[in-house]
């Protein structure tokens, strides 16, 4: 058996997957910055913000108007280390350390699990789409968050869904139901509410 051959054939097609897979990863990170630059874009964002670490998810949850969302990953993460690390210091190594440590990790991440579905709901209704349009954004984000960029979907403040055309981005918000509604429209399509002069309008 030609070893030598072996190992240099072994190691041409190693280098080969591994140029492949860089290939890949780069285009498809390409792509999630297009995707991000123009749904910024119409949601009133300058493009160049979802370039920034950490500052483009603060504008991706302003967009969604859950900007509580941000505020608990940045802090919350840091509060619990430092609350770890207390109780493991007043504690030490014991069972009942153990325990209360597992208790409040158990409930961080439930906390974190359920803000984040909650900000991908908010993002999808922020465009007029619905709660099955954010799972398909949890579960299939290449595609979904592409459909938000490169479809006909208009940034309509987070309360959503609404029936909204492109054309009529700016409107009002129902204080009664909190939907949103056309300029045109003097009451709710929604619950039927009569819109006053101090209703916000976009």
Known sequence: MNYRYSYYGDTYQLQRWISTYWFVALALTVYLIVCMWKIFVKAGEEGWKCLIPIYNTYIETKIADYTQYFFFMLFGGLGYGVLAG???????????????????????????IYMSIKFVVRFAHAFGKTGA???????????????????SAA????????????????????????????????????????????????
């Open 86 to 112: 207390i109780i493991a210091a007043i504690g030490g190594n014991n069972q009942a350390t153990v325990v209360i440590l597992g208790i409040v990790s158990l409930v961080f991440a439930i906390m974190a």
């Open 133 to 151: 349009f954010a799972v398909g954004l949890i579960f299939l984000p290449l595609i979904f968050y592409g459909i938000l960029a490169f479809g």
């Open 155 to 202: 940034y309509q403040w987070g309360n959503g869904p609404t029936t909204l055309k492109s054309d009529e981005v700016r409107a009002w918000q129902c204080p009664n139901c909190g939907s949103y509604n056309p300029v045109s429209r003097v009451t709710c399509e929604h619950c039927g509410n009569q819109r006053s002069e101090k209703d916000r309008i976009g």
